[in-house]
């Protein structure tokens, strides 16, 4: 069983920077696909970024432009660098990752992004 341990959340102004981290219990599991997905409140989760093992990118419209994943292989951990934030951000952020199987996915605990105007 894998664990991912979130970090970075927290309260920042619009227009603020926040840096949130993921990494997995194992470093020596394979892991495809990691990324990053949100619930704003009384809304339905949703993807936000994710990135694969070759470094292939993919972005939720909105973010793009403001928000870059990347990762670190060798440590199977997970970054999300947030910058120019609005308060449409402010959701509970999970990690989330892809064992290269395909055949288990994993989510993190989730950590609270509050924008404030």
């Known amino acids: 069983q894998v664990q991912l341990v979130e970090s970075g959340g927290g309260l920042v102004q619009a227009g603020g920077s926040l840096r949130l981290s993921c990494a997995a219990s194992?470093?020596?599991?394979?892991?495809?696909?990691m990324g990053w997905y949100r619930q704003p409140p009384g809304k339905e989760r949703e993807l936000v970024a994710t990135i694969t093992n070759r470094g292939s990118t993919n972005y939720k419209d909105s973010v793009k432009g403001r928000f870059t994943i990347s990762r670190d292989n060798a440590k199977n951990t997970v970054y999300l660098q947030m910058n120019s934030l609005k308060p449409e951000d402010t959701a509970v952020y999970y990690c989330?990752?892809?064992?290269?199987?395909?055949?288990?996915?994993?989510w993190g605990q989730g950590t609270q992004v509050t924008v404030s105007t």
């Open positions: 989330n990752t892809l064992r290269c199987d395909g055949l288990y996915m994993y």
């Open positions: 194992s470093s020596t599991i394979c892991i495809s696909v």
